[in-house]
C-alpha cells in the first residue's frame, strides 16, 4: 500500500518560508499526480498545487509566484515551497497521490500544519 508522510509545518511570522516534504512508500510512479491541499478550520478542502508527469505544475492563484511544488521520484518525495507567506494560508496541508488511470489509486497523508501570524 501507499503511505505519504507529510513533515516541515510549524509557525512562521508572514513574509516568512516554510518548506512541506511528503515522503511516500509504497508504489508510486511518475505518471501519477501528486500534489498539495489545505483546510483551513471550519472551512472546506481546498486545492493549492499539483505536479504530473513530465513535470508540469498547476497552482491556486493565490499562491502563484509564492509556492513551487517540485517532486523527486528517486527519493519518492514532493515539496512544497511556500515563500512570502501570508495570514490567509494558515491551515493543515496535505499531500495527495492520485492516478486518474488506476482506479481506487488516490491516498492521503495525515496532514502538517502550517501557522502564519501577522
Known amino acids: 500500500q501507499v503511505q505519504l508522510v507529510e513533515s516541515g509545518g510549524g509557525s512562521v511570522q508572514a513574509g516568512g518560508s516554510l518548506r512541506l516534504s511528503c515522503a511516500a512508500s509504497?508504489?508510486?510512479?511518475?505518471?501519477?499526480?501528486m500534489g498539495w491541499y489545505r483546510q483551513a478550520p471550519g472551512k472546506q478542502r481546498e486545492f493549492v498545487a499539483t505536479?504530473?508527469?513530465?513535470?508540469?505544475?498547476n497552482y491556486l492563484d493565490s499562491v502563484k509566484g509564492r509556492f513551487t511544488i517540485s517532486r523527486d521520484n528517486a527519493k519518492n518525495t514532493v515539496y512544497l515551497q511556500m515563500n512570502s507567506l501570508k495570514p490567509e494560508d494558515t491551515a493543515v496541508y496535505y499531500c495527495?497521490?492520485?492516478?486518474?488511470?488506476?482506479?481506487?489509486?488516490?491516498?492521503w497523508g495525515q496532514g502538517t500544519q502550517v501557522i502564519v501570524s501577522s
Open positions: 495527495n497521490v492520485f492516478s486518474a488511470s488506476m482506479k481506487g489509486y488516490d491516498y
Open positions: 509504497g508504489s508510486i510512479f511518475s505518471r501519477h499526480v
Open positions: 505536479i504530473i508527469s513530465g513535470g508540469s505544475t
